[in-house]
């Protein structure tokens, strides 16, 4: 049997202690080596790009980024770890995996069982992306993107807009795009709260906005175009989501 | 060991020193004179007229027995409580006769002995109706206390800390033995804490000890992450609070305030004493949006209310948010408890 490549992602120091003792205890079962331990979702996606992983051991609740989001966001890599919650108690989480078969573990986690996951993490299929979202509670703090076979992180609040364009979504910061394999209509609901809608294809960090100006377009019509702070381009605003944009603007210089 | 409770068992008297009391029967007294004047008018304005009229004799005669009563505050709950009742009613149409006679030397009655008996009856029942009120009332909230109790009693520990505790406990005890056990120890001692009967008002100095014990735990496993600062004032020996009032605001603290961050965090606690009240400061930082925050006002709501049955209105909490330089975000717990020393 080959030797299992486990991280552990705990905010407590303490739980990742006694994950490591165990896995330690069940090494005769089943081989395994511990490459790396992070604190939050942040750290093991860091942790995860430097070493080749099998298995990755994520508690839910954590600081700055959860286990379910990280879980979402290794779901994109072309060849996944498997992934095997931990969890103090979390009544509707542990539901949740049961019902869709997700692999995990309830602290304090018992050596058996953590060797009976380890065992079953060739067979198992990952958890569907939908399946995760529907999971999550409240809205990501990233978004994330594959590129060169590496994972990219976007911090939510240095996205300036999104734009869709023919299949894929690109995500603007100050100083770069980033192609998303997500739908526009989907991360509107999502971060309603952050961004707004200023034409079918575009959505607007509201932070982001520093002013609006009136152009015209070929017909001679007038356009209303949104001006963005930190970049030169200009994002159009389409005459159906004028009012409401408009609307928003108001209640933003009262 | 005695209460402060306005409603202890067995002793259906209210407490008469006690401001909320004092409202409720300022207003339920009133409402039986307007009642009362309704009856024997024959319209609406009439019976304001009355009521205005029949004020000359019940404001002076209420005021004087709240008097008497608060004073004799201290002694009432000491007698028997079929005793304190009588005395109560005998006061009310002693006083009430009293004032008859008092109005027919300053000849503005005519007096007669049928009318100083009619005063001393109308005292009398109007005491012994808001004894009964008072009564009705202990029997209202009774279970209610029983099912707050209970509520609180499943709201208080978090499962997640209980199960988080004993994983860290377990990492402990391979390399750390001993620290497990004190930890063990502390543990035992806070559920000991949290399942003895919550009816009576306990020592400060006890709620203290046990939140102590409860940040110990939270710090064997949050480590570096939570710092807290105590900061005790002038605060009596002999003050008692209600049971296991501060410790679930300090778990809804470490909850919402310290996990959530990466970064070291601090929960202060300040209590101080200005004049006859004892002033309590929580403040921990704060990230949550309030929506998420669901948890935490089920817990305020539940010690709000719990404060309302052993103070009525004595007692206040308030919460707000506070914003800091910087961006940070503040959450503020801030309790009044009325500091009487609990000897009589």
Same mark, same amino acid.
């Given at each position: 049997?080959?030797?299992?490549?486990?991280?552990?992602?705990?905010?407590?120091?303490?739980?990742?202690?006694?994950?490591?003792?165990?896995?330690?205890?069940?090494y005769?079962?089943?081989?395994?080596?511990?490459?790396?331990?992070?604190?939050?979702?942040?750290?093991a996606?860091?942790?995860?790009?430097?070493?080749?992983?099998?298995?990755?051991?994520?508690?839910?609740?954590?600081?700055?980024?959860?286990?379910?989001?990280?879980?979402?966001h290794?779901?994109?890599?072309?060849?996944?770890?498997?992934?095997?919650?931990?969890?103090?108690?979390?009544?509707?989480?542990?539901?949740?995996?049961?019902?869709?078969?997700?692999?995990?573990?309830?602290?304090?986690?018992?050596?058996?069982? #953590?060797?009976?996951?380890?065992?079953?993490?060739?067979?198992?299929?990952?958890?569907?992306?939908?399946?995760?979202?529907?999971?999550?509670?409240?809205?990501?703090?990233?978004?994330?993107?594959?590129?060169?076979?590496?994972?990219?992180?976007?911090?939510?609040?240095?996205?300036?807009?999104?734009?869709?364009?023919?299949?894929?979504?690109?995500?603007r910061?100050?100083?770069r795009?980033?192609?998303?394999?997500?739908?526009?209509?989907?991360?509107?609901?999502?971060?309603?709260?952050?961004?707004?809608?200023?034409?079918?294809?575009?959505?607007?960090?509201?932070?982001?906005?520093?002013?609006?100006?009136?152009?015209?377009?070929?017909?001679a019509?007038?356009?209303?175009?949104?001006?963005?702070?930190?970049?030169?381009?200009?994002?159009?605003?389409?005459?159906?989501?004028?009012?409401?944009?408009?609307?928003y603007?108001?209640?933003?210089?009262? | 060991?005695?209460?402060?409770?306005?409603?202890?068992?067995g002793?259906?008297?209210?407490?008469?020193?006690?401001?909320?009391v004092?409202?409720?029967?300022?207003?339920?007294?009133?409402?039986?004179?307007?009642?009362g004047?309704?009856?024997?008018?024959?319209?609406?304005?009439?019976?304001?007229?009355?009521?205005?009229?029949?004020?000359?004799?019940?404001?002076?005669?209420?005021?004087?027995?709240?008097?008497?009563?608060?004073?004799?505050?201290?002694?009432?709950?000491?007698?028997?409580?079929?005793?304190?009742?009588?005395?109560?009613? #005998?006061?009310?149409?002693?006083?009430?006769?009293?004032?008859?006679?008092?109005?027919?030397?300053?000849?503005?009655?005519?007096?007669?002995?049928?009318?100083?008996?009619?005063?001393?009856?109308?005292?009398?029942?109007?005491?012994?109706?808001?004894?009964?009120?008072?009564?009705?009332?202990?029997?209202?909230?009774?279970?209610?206390?029983?099912?707050?109790?209970?509520?609180?009693?499943?709201?208080?520990?978090?499962?997640?800390?209980?199960?988080?505790?004993?994983?860290?406990?377990?990492s402990?005890?391979?390399?750390?033995?001993?620290?497990?056990?004190?930890?063990?120890?502390?543990?035992?001692?806070?559920?000991?804490?949290?399942?003895?009967?919550?009816?009576?008002?306990?020592?400060?100095?006890?709620e203290?000890?046990?939140?102590?014990?409860?940040?110990?735990?939270?710090?064997?496993?949050?480590?570096?992450?939570?710092?807290?600062?105590?900061?005790?004032?002038?605060?009596?020996?002999?003050?008692?609070?209600?049971?296991?009032?501060?410790?679930?605001?300090?778990?809804?603290?470490?909850?919402?305030?310290?996990?959530?961050?990466?970064?070291?965090?601090?929960?202060?606690?300040?209590?101080?004493?200005?004049?006859?009240?004892?002033h309590?400061?929580?403040?921990?930082?704060?990230?949550?949006?309030?929506?998420?925050?669901?948890?935490?006002?089920?817990?305020?709501?539940?010690i709000?209310?719990?404060?309302?049955?052993?103070?009525?209105?004595?007692?206040?909490?308030?919460?707000?948010?506070?914003?800091?330089?910087?961006?940070?975000?503040e959450?503020?717990?801030?309790?009044?408890?009325?500091?009487?020393?609990?000897?009589p």
């Amino acid at each position: 049997m080959t030797t299992l490549s486990v991280i552990i992602v705990d905010d407590e120091v303490p739980a990742r202690t006694r994950l490591r003792d165990l896995l330690a205890d069940v090494y005769a079962e089943v081989p395994n080596a511990v490459v790396a331990e992070a604190g939050n979702g942040l750290q093991a996606v860091d942790a995860i790009a430097a070493h080749a992983v099998d298995v990755v051991l994520v508690d839910i609740r954590m600081p700055q980024m959860d286990g379910i989001e990280l879980a979402r966001h290794l779901a994109q890599l072309e060849h996944p770890p498997a992934i095997i919650f931990v969890t103090a108690f979390d009544g509707y989480a542990v539901q949740a995996f049961e019902l869709n078969a997700i692999d995990y573990l309830v602290k304090p986690v018992r050596a058996q069982r #953590l060797a009976a996951a380890l065992q079953k993490v060739k067979q198992s299929r990952p958890a569907s992306p939908q399946v995760l979202a529907q999971l999550q509670q409240g809205a990501r703090t990233h978004l994330s993107c594959h590129e060169r076979g590496r994972l990219l992180l976007i911090p939510l609040p240095e996205i300036l807009y999104l734009k869709a364009d023919l299949k894929y979504v690109t995500a603007r910061t100050a100083s770069r795009e980033y192609l998303l394999d997500e739908s526009l209509t989907h991360l509107e609901e999502e971060f309603s709260e952050r961004f707004i809608r200023l034409h079918r294809s575009a959505l607007v960090a509201k932070e982001a906005i520093a002013g609006f100006e009136k152009s015209l377009d070929e017909d001679a019509e007038t356009q209303w175009q949104a001006l963005l702070r930190g970049i030169p381009e200009k994002l159009p605003v389409s005459r159906r989501q004028w009012p409401l944009v408009k609307s928003y603007a108001k209640q933003l210089s009262s | 060991m005695s209460s402060i409770r306005q409603n202890p068992a067995g002793q259906p008297l209210p407490d008469f020193r006690n401001f909320g009391v004092m409202l409720r029967i300022l207003l339920g007294v009133n409402l039986l004179a307007l009642a009362g004047a309704l009856v024997q008018s024959t319209g609406v304005v009439d019976s304001l007229q009355r009521y205005v009229a029949m004020a000359a004799w019940v404001q002076p005669l209420l005021l004087f027995n709240l008097t008497l009563l608060a004073l004799l505050g201290t002694i009432l709950p000491r007698l028997p409580s079929l005793v304190a009742q009588a005395v109560v009613v #005998l006061l009310a149409a002693a006083s009430s006769a009293l004032l008859i006679d008092f109005w027919r030397f300053m000849a503005v009655d005519e007096g007669g002995w049928q009318r100083v008996l009619r005063a001393a009856l109308l005292g009398g029942l109007a005491a012994w109706a808001m004894l009964f009120y008072f009564a009705l009332r202990v029997r209202a909230f009774s279970p209610a206390l029983a099912e707050a109790r209970l509520q609180a009693l499943t709201a208080r520990i978090r499962p997640h800390f209980l199960f988080n505790t004993l994983n860290a406990v377990l990492s402990l005890i391979r390399s750390e033995p001993r620290r497990a056990e004190t930890a063990l120890e502390e543990l035992a001692d806070l559920f000991r804490a949290l399942m003895r009967d919550h009816r009576d008002l306990l020592p400060l100095a006890d709620e203290i000890a046990l939140c102590r014990q409860y940040l110990n735990l939270e710090k064997l496993r949050l480590g570096e992450r939570l710092n807290i600062e105590w900061e005790i004032a002038d605060v009596p020996d002999d003050l008692t609070v209600p049971p296991l009032m501060l410790q679930p605001l300090l778990e809804n603290a470490v909850y919402y305030g310290i996990e959530p961050s990466s970064e070291a965090g601090t929960v202060r606690i300040r209590f101080s004493r200005r004049g006859h009240e004892l002033h309590i400061d929580l403040a921990n930082p704060c990230f949550n949006s309030n929506k998420a925050q669901g948890g935490n006002r089920m817990a305020i709501a539940n010690i709000r209310e719990r404060l309302a049955l052993y103070y009525d209105l004595e007692a206040r909490l308030e919460t707000k948010d506070v914003m800091l330089d910087g961006g940070l975000r503040e959450y503020h717990v801030h309790i009044i408890l009325p500091c009487r020393s609990t000897k009589p």
